[in-house]
């Protein structure tokens, strides 16, 4: 079992640019999620997702869109890039009963200039 | 809504000392409640978890009892490793169909030998 997977692991855009983080979990979870991680302010939530087709918002989900195809794929994309979403992103995965055993991916370190 | 306040770190121990690090919480009904782990470089992992009130919970010696009095859950172990060295996050999960963990700020603790 691979686990949760993101790619990549470190991206640098420019103002404006648009890009789309990865995550792929072979653990046949039902839930997903996406969360950002900053100095000082601990995880926040971004979007979620509990099945194929279905997706929520967390608690900062502006500037970013979600979409979930199979139950294994959840990709992130960041539609117009600011400096403001400079962070560490984290997907993660769990059984939709088992919410609070999330298994979390090793992480995208994205900078915005 | 939820809330989690943990001690601000970073916290600095010599090995082989006792740890503790606080966390109260704020939540409508009986929450669950958890601790992650961080290690360096790493998505989180779930350390240990508590249900319901008076529970403990417990793993690689570290300890956290659910006390719905004090609305707290503090972080303990007796004797702190080198291989300690992480960012311990704690977090509750109200259930009944929010598929949202909310999660404390973080503590950073660093063990020197």
């Known amino acids: 079992n691979a686990g949760v997977t993101q790619t990549p692991k470190f991206q640098v855009l420019k103002t404006g640019q648009s890009m789309t983080l990865q995550c792929a979990q072979d653990m046949n979870h039902e839930y997903m999620s996406w969360y950002r991680q900053d100095p000082g302010m601990g995880l926040r939530l971004i979007h979620y997702?509990?099945?194929?087709?279905?997706?929520d918002q967390g608690e900062v989900p502006n500037g970013y869109n979600v979409s979930r195809s199979t139950t294994e794929d959840f990709p992130l994309r960041l539609l117009s890039a600011a400096p403001s979403q400079t962070s560490v992103y984290f997907c993660a995965s769990s059984y939709l009963g088992q919410v609070y055993e999330q298994y979390f991916g090793p992480g995208t370190r994205l900078t915005v200039t | 809504g939820d809330s989690v306040t943990q001690m601000e770190g970073p916290v600095t121990l010599s090995e082989e000392a006792f740890l503790t690090i606080n966390c109260t919480y704020t939540a409508t009904g009986y929450p669950s409640l958890f601790w992650y782990v961080q290690y360096p470089g790493e998505g989180l992992q779930l350390l240990l978890k508590?249900?319901?009130?008076?529970d403990k919970g417990s793993n690689k010696g570290f300890e956290a009892t659910y006390r719905k009095e004090t609305t707290s859950f503090h972080l303990e172990k007796g004797s702190v490793q080198v291989s300690d060295s992480a960012v311990y996050f704690c977090?509750?999960?109200?259930?009944?169909?929010?598929?949202?963990?909310?999660f404390g700020k973080g503590t950073k603790l660093s063990v020197i030998p």
């Open positions: 508590a249900t319901k009130a008076d």
């Open positions: 977090a509750l999960y109200s259930g009944a169909g929010s598929y949202q963990l909310t």
């Open positions: 997702s509990v099945g194929a087709g279905i997706t």
